[in-house]
Protein backbone atom coordinates (compact mmCIF):
# COMPACT_ATOMS: atom_id res chain seq x y z
CA UNK A 1 0.00 0.00 0.00
CA UNK A 2 1.13 3.17 -1.08
CA UNK A 3 2.22 5.68 2.24
CA UNK A 4 0.97 8.92 2.26
CA UNK A 5 3.55 10.45 5.11
CA UNK A 6 6.12 8.53 2.43
CA UNK A 7 4.58 10.99 -0.60
CA UNK A 8 3.86 13.71 1.73
CA UNK A 9 7.76 13.76 2.62
CA UNK A 10 8.39 13.95 -1.12
CA UNK A 11 6.61 17.04 -1.95
CA UNK A 12 8.67 18.30 1.00
CA UNK A 13 12.02 17.62 -0.18
CA UNK A 14 13.64 20.33 -1.87
CA UNK A 15 16.36 17.94 -3.63
CA UNK A 16 13.62 16.47 -5.53
CA UNK A 17 12.65 17.71 -9.18
CA UNK A 18 9.84 19.65 -9.29
CA UNK A 19 7.59 17.19 -11.34
CA UNK A 20 8.09 14.72 -8.87
CA UNK A 21 7.79 16.26 -5.87
CA UNK A 22 4.24 17.57 -7.97
CA UNK A 23 3.20 13.51 -8.65
CA UNK A 24 3.77 12.61 -4.50
CA UNK A 25 1.19 15.45 -3.85
CA UNK A 26 -1.03 13.33 -6.91
CA UNK A 27 0.00 10.24 -5.47
CA UNK A 28 -1.05 11.55 -1.91
CA UNK A 29 -4.30 12.40 -3.44
CA UNK A 30 -4.60 8.59 -4.43
CA UNK A 31 -4.57 7.80 -0.54
CA UNK A 32 -7.14 10.60 0.69
CA UNK A 33 -9.40 13.03 -1.24
CA UNK A 34 -12.12 14.53 0.35
CA UNK A 35 -13.80 15.70 -2.50
CA UNK A 36 -12.51 13.04 -4.85
CA UNK A 37 -8.99 12.90 -6.26
CA UNK A 38 -9.57 15.55 -9.19
CA UNK A 39 -12.12 17.83 -7.73
CA UNK A 40 -9.83 17.97 -4.34
CA UNK A 41 -6.64 18.53 -6.87
CA UNK A 42 -8.23 21.55 -8.21
CA UNK A 43 -9.33 22.61 -4.82
CA UNK A 44 -5.63 22.56 -4.00
CA UNK A 45 -4.29 24.78 -6.80
CA UNK A 46 -6.82 27.22 -6.14
CA UNK A 47 -6.18 27.03 -1.87
CA UNK A 48 -2.80 26.61 -1.89
CA UNK A 49 -2.22 28.74 -5.08
CA UNK A 50 -0.34 26.14 -7.32
CA UNK A 51 1.25 28.27 -10.24
CA UNK A 52 0.46 27.02 -13.66
CA UNK A 53 4.78 27.21 -13.72
CA UNK A 54 5.72 25.61 -10.39
CA UNK A 55 9.27 26.99 -10.72
CA UNK A 56 7.84 30.26 -9.75
CA UNK A 57 6.24 29.23 -6.39
CA UNK A 58 7.43 25.64 -5.51
CA UNK A 59 6.58 26.00 -1.72
CA UNK A 60 2.86 26.02 -2.87
CA UNK A 61 3.49 22.33 -3.62
CA UNK A 62 4.19 21.94 0.61
CA UNK A 63 1.12 24.43 1.42
CA UNK A 64 -1.07 21.78 -1.00
CA UNK A 65 0.12 18.94 0.44
CA UNK A 66 -0.21 20.32 4.51
CA UNK A 67 -3.49 21.13 3.68
CA UNK A 68 -4.49 17.64 3.02
CA UNK A 69 -2.40 16.47 5.87
CA UNK A 70 -4.44 18.52 8.20
CA UNK A 71 -7.75 17.38 7.08
CA UNK A 72 -6.69 13.72 6.65
CA UNK A 73 -5.74 13.55 10.42
CA UNK A 74 -8.92 14.84 11.38
CA UNK A 75 -10.70 12.03 9.26
CA UNK A 76 -7.73 9.24 10.37
CA UNK A 77 -9.13 10.63 14.28
CA UNK A 78 -12.95 9.39 13.20
CA UNK A 79 -11.89 6.71 10.92
CA UNK A 80 -9.68 4.70 13.47
CA UNK A 81 -12.58 5.01 16.02
CA UNK A 82 -15.03 4.17 13.87
CA UNK A 83 -13.51 0.65 12.71
CA UNK A 84 -12.97 0.11 16.92
CA UNK A 85 -16.61 0.03 17.43
CA UNK A 86 -17.07 -1.93 13.95
CA UNK A 87 -15.04 -4.87 15.46
CA UNK A 88 -16.96 -4.72 18.86
CA UNK A 89 -20.33 -4.54 17.07
CA UNK A 90 -19.03 -7.55 15.10
CA UNK A 91 -17.96 -9.49 18.02
CA UNK A 92 -21.57 -8.74 20.09
CA UNK A 93 -23.08 -10.34 16.69
CA UNK A 94 -24.42 -7.21 15.08
CA UNK A 95 -22.51 -7.41 11.40
CA UNK A 96 -25.20 -4.91 9.69
CA UNK A 97 -23.64 -1.61 9.22
CA UNK A 98 -25.79 1.40 10.53
CA UNK A 99 -27.53 3.82 7.55
CA UNK A 100 -26.40 6.53 6.59
CA UNK A 101 -23.30 4.84 6.26
CA UNK A 102 -19.73 7.20 7.50
CA UNK A 103 -19.65 9.94 4.90
CA UNK A 104 -15.86 8.31 4.04
CA UNK A 105 -17.28 5.15 2.95
CA UNK A 106 -20.06 7.19 0.84
CA UNK A 107 -20.83 5.27 -2.97
CA UNK A 108 -19.81 8.48 -5.05
CA UNK A 109 -22.55 7.45 -7.71
CA UNK A 110 -25.14 7.81 -5.11
CA UNK A 111 -24.26 9.82 -2.59
CA UNK A 112 -25.10 13.77 -2.67
CA UNK A 113 -21.30 14.63 -3.62
CA UNK A 114 -21.53 13.40 -6.71
CA UNK A 115 -21.49 16.60 -8.82
CA UNK A 116 -17.62 16.96 -7.81
CA UNK A 117 -16.86 14.05 -9.69
CA UNK A 118 -18.77 14.50 -12.91
CA UNK A 119 -18.03 18.45 -12.76
CA UNK A 120 -14.72 18.71 -10.60
CA UNK A 121 -14.52 22.58 -10.11
CA UNK A 122 -18.18 22.76 -8.37
CA UNK A 123 -16.80 21.21 -5.01
CA UNK A 124 -16.92 23.60 -1.79
CA UNK A 125 -14.39 26.48 -1.33
CA UNK A 126 -13.92 25.30 1.80
CA UNK A 127 -10.56 24.43 3.25
CA UNK A 128 -10.35 20.63 3.31
CA UNK A 129 -9.92 20.21 7.29
CA UNK A 130 -13.13 22.72 7.67
CA UNK A 131 -15.20 20.13 5.25
CA UNK A 132 -13.82 16.98 7.05
CA UNK A 133 -14.63 19.04 10.74
CA UNK A 134 -18.16 19.46 9.15
CA UNK A 135 -18.85 15.82 7.92
CA UNK A 136 -18.07 14.70 11.62
CA UNK A 137 -19.69 16.80 13.10
CA UNK A 138 -23.12 15.70 11.42
CA UNK A 139 -21.80 12.07 11.72
CA UNK A 140 -22.75 13.06 15.35
CA UNK A 141 -25.84 14.25 14.95
CA UNK A 142 -25.20 17.97 14.82
CA UNK A 143 -27.33 20.00 13.30
CA UNK A 144 -25.74 22.65 11.12
CA UNK A 145 -27.07 25.08 8.87
CA UNK A 146 -27.10 25.81 5.21
CA UNK A 147 -25.40 22.89 2.94
CA UNK A 148 -24.17 19.89 4.75
CA UNK A 149 -21.23 20.41 2.99
CA UNK A 150 -20.22 23.72 2.50
CA UNK A 151 -22.69 25.61 4.47
CA UNK A 152 -23.85 28.22 1.46
CA UNK A 153 -27.44 29.24 2.52
CA UNK A 154 -28.87 30.50 -0.17
CA UNK A 155 -31.97 29.05 -1.93
CA UNK A 156 -30.70 26.12 -4.19
CA UNK A 157 -30.27 26.01 -8.07
CA UNK A 158 -32.95 23.68 -9.56
CA UNK A 159 -31.31 21.26 -12.07
CA UNK A 160 -33.88 19.22 -14.24
CA UNK A 161 -33.14 15.39 -14.79
CA UNK A 162 -35.63 15.31 -17.58
CA UNK A 163 -39.03 14.51 -16.08
CA UNK A 164 -38.85 16.09 -12.86
CA UNK A 165 -36.09 18.24 -10.68
CA UNK A 166 -33.20 18.48 -8.16
CA UNK A 167 -32.22 20.81 -5.72
CA UNK A 168 -28.48 21.56 -5.75
CA UNK A 169 -26.29 23.68 -3.41
CA UNK A 170 -25.91 27.14 -4.99
CA UNK A 171 -22.39 26.86 -3.72
CA UNK A 172 -20.80 23.60 -4.54
CA UNK A 173 -24.00 21.38 -6.44
CA UNK A 174 -24.39 19.06 -3.28
CA UNK A 175 -27.68 17.04 -4.09
CA UNK A 176 -29.96 19.01 -1.34
CA UNK A 177 -33.23 17.47 -2.51
CA UNK A 178 -32.87 14.53 -4.80
CA UNK A 179 -35.11 13.68 -8.08
CA UNK A 180 -39.00 13.00 -6.96
CA UNK A 181 -38.38 9.40 -9.08
CA UNK A 182 -36.00 8.60 -5.71
CA UNK A 183 -32.64 7.92 -8.55
CA UNK A 184 -29.95 9.59 -8.36
CA UNK A 185 -29.17 11.55 -12.03
CA UNK A 186 -25.85 12.27 -13.71
CA UNK A 187 -25.01 16.24 -13.45
CA UNK A 188 -23.84 17.75 -16.66
CA UNK A 189 -20.78 20.20 -16.02
CA UNK A 190 -21.89 23.46 -16.63
CA UNK A 191 -18.39 23.99 -18.74
CA UNK A 192 -16.58 21.01 -20.56
CA UNK A 193 -13.33 20.26 -18.91
CA UNK A 194 -10.30 17.92 -19.19
CA UNK A 195 -8.64 16.33 -16.91
CA UNK A 196 -5.20 16.99 -18.05
CA UNK A 197 -6.05 20.61 -18.65
CA UNK A 198 -6.74 20.52 -14.84
CA UNK A 199 -3.58 18.63 -13.64
CA UNK A 200 -1.35 21.22 -15.90
CA UNK A 201 -3.37 23.71 -14.02
CA UNK A 202 -4.31 25.50 -17.22
CA UNK A 203 -6.96 27.48 -15.11
CA UNK A 204 -4.13 28.86 -13.17
CA UNK A 205 -1.79 31.76 -14.15
CA UNK A 206 1.91 32.05 -13.71
CA UNK A 207 1.62 33.68 -10.57
CA UNK A 208 -0.62 31.37 -8.88
CA UNK A 209 -4.06 33.23 -9.16
CA UNK A 210 -6.98 31.96 -11.38
CA UNK A 211 -6.80 32.41 -15.11
CA UNK A 212 -9.68 34.63 -15.80
CA UNK A 213 -9.88 33.52 -18.94
CA UNK A 214 -10.01 30.35 -18.29
CA UNK A 215 -14.07 28.99 -19.14
CA UNK A 216 -14.25 27.05 -15.84
CA UNK A 217 -13.48 30.14 -13.41
CA UNK A 218 -17.45 30.77 -12.29
CA UNK A 219 -18.70 33.50 -10.86
CA UNK A 220 -20.15 33.73 -7.46
Known amino acids: MTSFLTHRAHVHDVRLPLHRRHSALRTCLTCFAPYGLRATYHHLTLSAAIPRRLEADPDALVRAVEELHEARGLWLARAEEYAARRRAEKRAGRRAVADPRPWWLRNWWEGPNRAWYE ?3 RHPSLRLPEYV ?22 PPVLNSTGHGWAELCRGCAWVLAPCPCGQRHPVVPETPFNWNGIWRRA ?16 GV
Open 119 to 121: DPS
Open 133 to 154: WRQNAILDGTDLPGCPACGDER
Open 203 to 218: HMSDEGKPNPHWPAIR
